[in-house]
């Protein structure tokens, strides 16, 4: 049993990063599926699909890299608020990741959202991990 699955989440994926892994497979869950569905609109995967099974389900998520150089479009996948330690952040003091050029998922009454958009909503909630 995983304690914490959105760290085993990340780490799923900076471990088949490194690994030059085309496709990673995780095990499913509603957070999980919005996370991938954000780094989707946010262009730093290039699709995923989500398989039902008998128990949780798993998502494929397809990674993106560049064609001449071979980087992924994923630098750093960083946790910040851990099950020991919550990080909450109002709307005024919520994070620009590398000056606007990365993303912060954030956890918000209305879903699970960016940063920029946690911002326009004028929301604030629990940073769940930083992106870029």
Known sequence: MVTDPISDYLTRLRNAISAKHKV???PGSNIKKA???????????????????????????????????KDSAIRTLTRISKPGLR?????????????????????????????KEARKNNVGGEILCYVD
């Open 24 to 26: 990673v497979e995780v």
């Open 35 to 69: 996370m991938t569905k954000i780094l989707m609109e946010q262009g730093y995967i290039l699709n995923f699909k989500e398989i039902k099974d008998d128990k949780q389900g798993i998502i494929k998520i397809a990674l993106k890299y560049n064609n001449k150089t």
């Open 87 to 115: 990080k909450y952040s109002g709307v005024d003091t919520l994070p620009r990741v590398l000056n606007g050029l990365g993303i912060a998922i954030v956890s918000t009454s209305k879903g699970l959202i960016t940063d």
